[in-house]
């Protein structure tokens, strides 16, 4: 199945579909697939109404406000749905450790609210947007995105005797969206003084278009249960700086409290039920359930597996960005 023929005349829901993922996965749908309807689901009615004036003649786009922590609210705005990109969360390390219990009522409760509506609905399809952070957490916003992984992989057991299917896609640091380093060195760009935390720092680097396309090719080939990791480059921290402000001096004001030094999308333990693929790779469920072979072939190609030592670190990563990549994605978005 191509991916014109997946999301042709479906409904599709994006949870925080005003965000930075949101409004790129929707403008992209709605600009070169043939939906029969896409609704945004989110809290933030003004945000909501700037979207909506990038679409004044979008008869297909609908807003509905709502909080993944209202399993109720959830269950009306599913009605006649067969699609849903999860991508609400609270993802701000230090509110998150500031606000614990808010953290976990969104990245975990709203997960389980989101499984349970969807099942009870009979949505089609689920796909879940994680984070490296949720690989070997430190700070509370990667354990909630760690446990809600673990949610949307075991929902399939749950699900066998319905329709409803869910899987996880991971990725690394987005170019451009809210949050991102890179508005941060630009402002201080101005004082001639960029501060980061250690030299050493590594991260995964991708583009809201890359992110989106990935969501949307898992989505076609999706089985249940996958978690599905794309494979992007690093970059360090040092070359972010040289990209954003080679003229500027570095201040090394020490590692934040949440922070590592270079972020894991694939840990060592889980080695033993990853397959390697061309552009990504797939950790295999524990278990699997309803006669789902993940050996199958994803869009035409067989995953190999890896060694069982295999870890996907962004300081062992095969592909790197130079500055003068860096520079590309940063000042030449679309």
């Given at each position: 199945m191509?991916?014109?023929?997946l ?12 965000g ?5 996965f ?12 896409v609704?945004?689901?989110s ?5 909501q ?19 993944v922590?209202?399993e ?6 599913f009605?006649?749905v ?7 969360a609270?993802k701000?390390?230090p ?10 009522k ?5 997960a ?8 009870d ?6 796909v ?6 949720a ?7 990667g354990?909630?995105k ?14 066998m005797t319905k ?11 987005v ?11 630009m402002?201080r760009k ?25 969501v949307?090719n ?6 249940g249960?996958e ?28 590692i ?21 693929f ?10 699997s359930?309803?006669?789902i072979?993940y050996?199958s072939?994803?869009n035409?190609?067989i ?6 030592n ?8 095969k592909?790197?960005?130079t ?12």
């Open positions: 191509k991916n014109e023929d999301l042709h005349n479906a409904t599709i829901l994006v949870t925080g579909g005003t930075s993922f949101g409004q790129k929707v403008k992209k749908v709605l600009d070169q697939y043939t939906p029969k309807k609704i945004v689901f809290r933030d009615e003004l945000k109404f700037e979207m909506a004036q990038q679409f004044p003649d979008e008869k297909r786009l609908r807003f509905f406000l709502g909080d922590r209202d109720t609210r959830l269950k009306r705005a009605d006649g067969d699609i849903v990109i999860h991508a609400a609270l701000q390390v509110s998150s450790e500031y606000n614990p219990i808010e953290c976990i969104t990245n975990v409760h709203g389980e609210n989101i499984i349970n509506a969807a099942i609905c009979g949505i089609q399809k689920v879940a947007l994680s984070t490296d952070k690989v070997n957490p430190i700070n509370l916003y354990a909630t760690l446990c809600s992984d673990k949610l949307f992989v075991a929902a399939n057991n749950y699900s329709s409803t299917r869910f899987s996880v896609v991971r990725y690394g640091n170019i451009g969206s809210r949050g991102s380093v890179i508005p941060f060195f402002e101005k004082t001639g003084v960029i501060p980061i935390t250690d030299e050493r720092m590594t991260r995964f680097w991708i583009t809201l278009e890359q992110g989106v396309e990935f949307i898992c989505l076609q080939f999706m089985q249960g978690v599905f990791i794309s494979k992007i480059p690093s970059m360090r921290i040092t070359d972010l700086v040289n990209a954003v402000a080679p003229e500027c001096q570095t201040e090394i004001v020490g934040r409290p949440g922070e590592k030094l270079h972020e894991i999308m694939v840990p060592q333990d889980e080695g033993r039920n990853t397959l390697e061309k552009d990504f790779f797939l950790i295999k469920p524990g278990a359930w309803g006669g072979s050996d072939p994803y035409k190609e995953g190999q597996p890896v060694d069982h295999f870890y996907y670190a962004s300081d062992n990563n592909h790197w960005m500055v003068e990549e860096l520079k590309q994605c940063i000042f030449h978005q679309d």
